[in-house]
């Protein structure tokens, strides 16, 4: 599968300083002057570049899907936000699977991203399916994620590997970090839902129970637990004062599991994590945990609410990095 780099800004950037010396020199301007203008037409070009919200982009076949180029232990996947209806990959022909989409995810996404970039100056990485759930649901095994459709499974598999490549890179260059699966539920209840492959029955169990090996050794944060800078507790990490529900709770965001909602009631609806969550957190190994965010549908439809949430959501998360992985959140080079 072909992935093809877009760097247009710094690419019209060159141009136009190449244009410019040449420019200048027919103009039979001396050296120091043209050095000067050169550098006060490249500072903004750079500055521009840095703060792109795209940053590099890397585009998959047909843009289904998209990859924005990280910098920091943080990959956010976005499999339900997509619009793209081709005709090339037509409607699954599953009758009882899910196909709506998680309204504004992509968006949601993208802007937790600028605003961590302008808090930190880092960029998470972020993977979006832009293909239509009703074409593709990569939140499935690849059978039932393309029913069947050869193209479909070709961008499933795109979309796998470039959050498998990003957990890579991640591992590779900082030792550890933290997954997140963005998507977006209708429940009636207006709650965050936190995934952490835990079922609804699991999590009314007490701490000592779900302390125990037997949960801990499927958990999507497995890492985390075997390894944490205040050795907390499963328990602790899912439902404690430090864990995601209770920050996003402090935030004003109702939340399950946390301090406050420790685990939805019998026969409430909850989203435990899915196969994202599954493959890509710890579960099965290695350094990168995965926690499968669900946001409700009130606050995703609501503009003025969405940017507050997705500021609030950017903080958060870089609270948790602080709190669990990175206290000096310094990830090097910018
Ligand atoms: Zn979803």
Redesign the pocket.
Known sequence: MNINEIGELELAGLFFVMYLSKKMNNNNMNSTKHFVLICFFLLPINILAQSDSSGIKLLGKEGYIEVLQGNMPLVISI??GGYLLPDEIPERPCSNC?KHQ?IF?IEIGIAIRNSIFQMTGFYPYVVINNLH?TRLDP?RNVGEAADGNKNAELVWSEFQNSIDTANAQVTKRFGKGLYIDL???RHDIKRTELGYLLSSEELQLEDDFLNSESFVEYSSIRNLIGKNLHSYSYSELVRGGSSLGSLLEEKGYPCVPSLKQPFPKPEEPY?SG?YNTTRHGSSSGGTIDGIQI?LDENLRSDLKKRDKLTTDLASVLIEYLKIHYFPEFDFGSK
């Open positions: 499999p339900h899910a998680d995810t759930r939140n998507h977006g539920h989203f899915g669900e």
